[in-house]
């Protein structure tokens, strides 16, 4: 802190009592009837509208839920504690919103944007409300850019376009959380010299962390600080033990703050991390706020709670700056029963599915995702024509493999096709394994699915493949870097270059096989 | 908050057969008399309040207290208020008919504190002034707040209207605070 010296608070002074003037303050005022786990019923405040923001004694914010004949039923944003029956408390005239605006990049902060992190107040002007209307069908239009996860399996066949929901879902400890913070981490390419060149706008992120413990919040934030990504990342934080009414409007800062980048014409990624727990936390308070249980106790109204806020990520016509708004939201099933209440709700919500499976991650496929189960509804228009192209193929493979593969276990007096899909498939499997923090460029990606589809990979030992594709990349950007360069620009795989790409392949694979002996 | 509910709806049907009946202030004033009645008489309290003594006792005794000297209307609901169990909301119900009374009047509470006692001009003036910016007749009910420092508050229903030194303070206090954060900012 530097020193403020004695004139400059004189000068403060002045300037402050010189606008001040002497006039009443007119406000309205309501009586605490009840208070206690984070709701209060306040008797008057007749005039008070629906999600304003309730002033409390000792600097407590709540937010009005319930309208009532002679009272509000309001919710606290901070320690009910303090707050006692009979207390005065004002209404403030303005609904709950938060400051939105760049200076948020880089910051962690609670869905009030306050911040959290400990590195003092945020300076932005522009406040917008938290609850928003999704737009209409005239503001919108379909999908077209893709949104590149660095990840294999997903940019190949469950792939994502710029406004889309893409829900991610799978029990605990499957690798949700890693494969939404790789989506964040390659945003990093988007923001690059060489993304401008190929005209790929930049992506800004938010990670809403909903429930969650603060140490993995903590970790999380530490993550993208290492990997260069909280430049252009925000998170917001309703941890596990913030109130339930934070938790429950979390996700919906999240989408207000994205919806500043997309009205802007610039392109934002909003992750839900998860809303398994705010569905929770809004239980919670409905619960308290005596609305009536439905099934599995969450109220009437928890399909609107989640469609509301997913139904706000969208591509903006042309006309409006085309921008764009994509949600990843993120529902943790209990034993991979997707059929709850909650998953069902936000499956038919989103444009499609990751599922990601416990066996499967355990079995040291990872990223732990279900090819045969995922899917994206949109994404294929977003998709670019030389990714298009080789994944048609690299699915099929795939399914014919999953069909063949439990069928084969039985007996070893197999054809020769079928050994022939066998043998292919077990490498491409092998081929979409890719670690986390470690997410690829989509020409890499292209160059790398292609040698498996196109068989090279075939007469490879599997326990091989890892050190093929590595050496492969790492060969292909020494010796044939315009190469890579050429389908990032073109974003397709012309006739030309798949000639040149069959003939560098054939050597490599050629060189590599006496490499390793096989 | 169940009773003042309750105690509403009995308010709005005394009201209804009185306005009927043309006797509005007549009940305004025989509630008012029972409402001090109950402040005063300990007994009376714990008769209305008793839920062990029977319905016929209550209704003797009211009709014995007020027979002769209220309105009609209003013993005739003092003993449906007995009848129907709910003698115990008697105090509710005679402030919300009061209430009911004022809307229906054009009659608003003011409740006025202010730092040192008012004069009667100050009060007269205030008054007056109450009224134009309210278009209605205002009730002034002034009590005295050294805590106020200087200044008055002026509270109609949920609305507060705060020229009090104290809140002049305080905002000034915000305003300060504001400002040493924002330059450090």
């Not at chain 1, 911040?115 to 239009?141: C, F, H, N, T, Y």
């Not at chain 1, 990979?457 to 060969?475: G, Q, S, T, Y």
């Not at chain 1, 360069?485 to 030309?496: C, G, Y």
Request: charged share 25%; aromatic share 6%.
């Amino acid at each position: 802190m530097t020193e403020v010296r004695p004139e400059e608070v004189s000068a403060i002074l002045r300037r402050q009592l010189a606008g001040f003037e002497k006039e009443a303050d007119i406000y309205d005022v309501g009586t605490v009837l009840q208070v206690g786990d984070g709701v209060a019923r306040i008797y008057g405040l007749s005039k008070a509208v629906m999600s304003e923001l309730i002033e409390f004694p000792h600097g407590v914010f709540g937010m009005v839920l319930n309208l009532e004949e002679d009272n509000v039923g309001c919710i606290l944003f901070g320690e009910s504690r303090e707050i006692k029956e009979g207390d005065t408390v004002k209404r403030t005239g303005r609904v709950a919103s938060l400051p939105v605006g760049e200076s948020m990049l880089g910051r962690v902060i609670n869905p009030l944007g306050q911040p959290v992190d400990g590195r003092g107040p945020i300076g932005s002007g522009q406040m917008m409300p938290v609850e928003r209307k999704a737009l209409g069908v005239i503001q919108r239009q379909p999908v077209k850019e893709p949104l590149q996860t660095g990840i294999k399996a997903v940019d190949a066949m469950i792939p994502i376009g710029r406004g889309q929901r893409e829900l991610i879902i799978g029990d605990r400890q499957t690798g949700k959380t890693a494969i939404a913070l790789d989506t964040i981490i390659n945003q990093r390419t988007t923001q690059t010299e060489k993304a401008r060149r190929e005209g790929i706008k930049p992506v800004y992120c938010i990670y809403v962390a909903i429930g969650q413990k603060s140490s993995t919040v903590a970790q999380v934030v530490d993550t993208l600080q290492q990997e260069g990504a909280m430049e252009y990342t925000t998170v917001i934080a309703a941890t596990a033990t913030d109130p339930a009414p934070m938790q429950y409007i979390a996700p919906y800062a999240g989408a207000t703050l994205g919806e500043y980048f997309r009205d802007s014409g610039r392109h934002a990624l909003v992750v839900y991390d998860d809303l398994t727990k705010q569905a929770q936390a809004y239980r919670q308070v409905s619960l308290l706020l005596r609305r009536p249980p439905g099934r599995e106790a969450y109220p009437g109204d928890v399909f609107y709670l989640h469609s509301r806020l997913l139904e706000r990520a969208s591509k903006l016509s042309d006309e409006l700056g085309g921008g764009s708004l994509t949600a990843l939201p993120v529902i943790e099933t209990q034993a991979g029963d997707v059929s709850a209440y909650i998953p069902t709700n936000v499956i038919s919500i989103t444009d499609g599915q990751i599922y990601l499976e416990p066996n499967l991650f355990n079995s040291g496929i990872r990223p732990g995702i279900n090819v045969g189960i995922s899917v994206s509804r949109v994404g294929g228009h977003a998709q670019i024509k030389a990714m298009k192209k080789i994944a048609g193929r690299l699915r099929l493979d795939l399914a014919q493999y999953r069909e063949l593969e439990a069928f084969a276990k039985f007996g070893s007096d197999l054809d020769k096709a079928t050994l022939a899909t066998l043998r292919r498939g077990a490498r491409l499997v092998e081929l979409l394994k890719q670690g986390q923090y470690v997410p690829m460029p989509v020409e890499k990606q292209v160059v790398s699915i292609f040698a498996g589809t196109n068989g090279y990979l075939d007469e490879i030992p599997v326990e091989h493949v890892e050190r093929f594709e590595r050496e492969f990349l790492e060969m292909m950007e020494l010796k044939h870097a315009d190469m890579l360069q050429a389908i990032a620009e073109a974003k397709d795989l012309t006739d030309d270059l798949v000639n040149v790409l069959k003939t560098i392949l054939r050597q490599f694979t050629d060189s590599f096989k006496s490499a390793v002996g096989a | 908050m169940k009773n003042v509910r309750v105690a509403r709806r009995y308010a709005q049907a005394l009201m209804a057969i009185a306005g009927e009946r043309n006797v509005v202030d007549e009940v305004a004033r025989d509630l008012e008399a029972i409402g001090k009645l109950l402040l005063a008489s300990r007994d009376l309290r714990a008769l209305v309040a008793s839920p062990v003594i029977r319905e016929g006792k209550k209704k003797a005794v009211f009709r014995e207290l007020w027979d002769t000297r209220v309105d009609r209307a209003t013993m005739a609901f003092l003993l449906l208020l007995a009848h129907k169990q709910r003698e115990h909301l008697i105090a509710e119900v005679v402030e919300e008919y009061q209430a009911l009374r004022d809307e229906r009047q054009g009659i608003l509470d003011a409740e006025v504190r202010s730092a040192v006692p008012l004069s009667a001009a100050q009060e007269r003036e205030l008054r007056t002034r109450l009224a134009r910016s309210t278009g209605k007749n205002v009730r002034v009910r002034a009590s005295v707040d050294p805590a106020l420092r200087g200044g008055l508050v002026v509270r109609i229903g949920d609305t507060v209207v705060d020229a009090s030194v104290r809140r002049q303070l305080e905002r000034l206090r915000e305003l300060l605070r504001e400002d040493v954060t924002n330059t450090h900012a």
